[in-house]
């Protein structure tokens, strides 16, 4: 079995401009590079929103940076009369490499279905992006004790109709709603639980070696401290980071995990 390389994906949600998105990434840059270790072996990428990612581009580009980025969603249409929409097509213009889909604010604010997060992701995969799918239960489904039924539920309406050499590329977050920006973590174990039976459902509709490549993250309130025993559990291959992505050492602080 090939290791999965860990990968650190800070979503921004609705923070920062494109002046601030600047001096985020540089400090992330230099902070990383300041850092005892190199961190080639951790994947480090950022979704900043929409307005950012020219910018993130030009100083990535420029400084030649080992940081890759993306945006928080994208439209399930190629292109045409979308008002306010963004294309797969648009953000690989600007060099994104992965798009954040599916995730519970988008589910919840704008009554994102799984037959949507699906349309989406064969759309991007389509256009050569790494989906982020995001799955995960709320609190009224973790306290009836229906967290794997109900999440598996979402990988498999997230996942059909494509194929394994395009499932294991791609990468799926597990954020129990409950844990978001809350402060409440899901124990490691919580999050074993729920990553682990995602690869054997990814398993069970493909095969194991594609479960075997596909990169499992946990999401949820992950901070520099928690993020070391997060990470030591078999099946999570890394992060999604809210609120702690936002500060540039906190953020290298969970890049650089191993310590
Ligand atoms: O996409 C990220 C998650 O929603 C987690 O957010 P958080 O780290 O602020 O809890």
Redesign the pocket.
Known sequence: MMARTPLMAG?WKMNLNHLEANQLVQKLAWTLKDMKHDYADVEVVVCPPFTDLRTVQTVVDADKLEIGYGAQDMSAHDGGAYTGEISASMLTALGCTYV?LG??ERREYHDESDELVNAKTVKAIAAGLTPIV?VGEGLDIRKAGDQVAYTLAQVEGALKDIKAENVENLVIAY?PVW????GEVATPADAQEVCGAIREKIAELYDQETADAVRILY????KSDNIADIMAEKDVDGA?????ALKADEFAKIVRFKG
């Open positions: 979503n954040v995730h519970s995001c954020e844990a978001i920006g809350t999401g949820g309130s992950v999604l980071v809210g609120g702690a």
